[in-house]
């Protein structure tokens, strides 16, 4: 049997991507075996002074295990201020960085029926010093809510707000793709704080207020995970 120019470069190329693959499984391996996994629940249960764990749906073991086919490790509570202001906190992580990693938070509100406007960047000033970050409000009926949230990969603060052309995101994607095969696979935490409306035309400040003071209680080992490097 002949094998012609174009059969060679096809069995090169098959050959290449066999090596790819076995090469990120060992990068994964040695990943696994680096990378110490934290302490979620203990995260999500500290709060700043004058809030209050509550109940809510989110905070339900189910809804938990449900995203653990998506996330290595989620954790969420409630909280309550004396002045009545509620928010809802979701941290999710995941070793693998690139394939499992936080989703664009405005797609899950929609995939969960909610109405979404476009997301923005936004910023928080702490203390502890300035968190980059996602906004953008849901609304389903008559719950209307403003949600903030980022992202932590491999360390750095990472909001992309998933609007970007499809090129720009096939890119992103490559070039994330080449960083796997031939560095370390960067894990991913992401940080999400809520709060619904009290009026449909009044957004709530209650999750600024929230990030702010959790950010700056927390101890700077624990700050250092939750807000990268600075």
């Known amino acids: 049997m002949r094998i012609t120019r174009y059969s060679a470069l096809a069995i090169a190329a098959g050959l290449l991507l066999l090596s790819s693959l076995c090469l990120v499984e060992i990068r994964e391996y040695q990943s696994a075996q ?4 934290p302490d979620l629940q203990q995260l999500v249960n500290l709060h700043p002074v004058g809030w209050t764990a509550i109940s809510s749906p989110y905070v339900d073991p189910r809804w938990n295990e449900s995203m653990k086919g998506d996330y290595d ?17 979701v941290m999710t992580w995941s070793r693998d960085g690139i394939r499992r990693a936080g989703h664009s ?3 899950c509100y929609q995939a969960g029926g909610f109405t979404v406007t476009p997301p923005e ?10 968190q980059d970050m ?7 009926g008559n719950l209307t ?7 932590i990969t491999g360390g750095k603060t990472d909001i992309s707000t998933g609007q970007q052309r499809n090129v720009a995101i096939r890119f992103d994607k490559l070039t994330r793709l080449v960083q796997h095969i031939l560095g370390d696979l960067p894990d991913n935490l992401m940080v999400r704080v809520s709060s619904d409306r009290s009026s449909p035309d009044q957004p709530a400040t209650a999750q600024i207020d929230y990030i702010r003071g ?17």
């Open 105 to 107: 938070q405005q797609i």
């Open 73 to 89: 490790l989620v954790a969420a509570q409630a909280y309550q201020r004396g002045d009545g202001k509620k928010v809802v906190v």
């Open 145 to 151: 809510a403003d949600v903030m949230y980022w992202r």
């Open 214 to 230: 959790f950010l700056e209680m927390l101890p700077a080992s624990e700050r250092k995970l939750i807000m990268g490097h600075q």
């Open 34 to 37: 680096a990378v110490k996994q």
């Open 134 to 140: 996602v906004t953008f409000t849901a609304t389903h």
């Open 121 to 130: 960047y936004a910023s928080v000033a702490t203390k502890a010093g300035k």
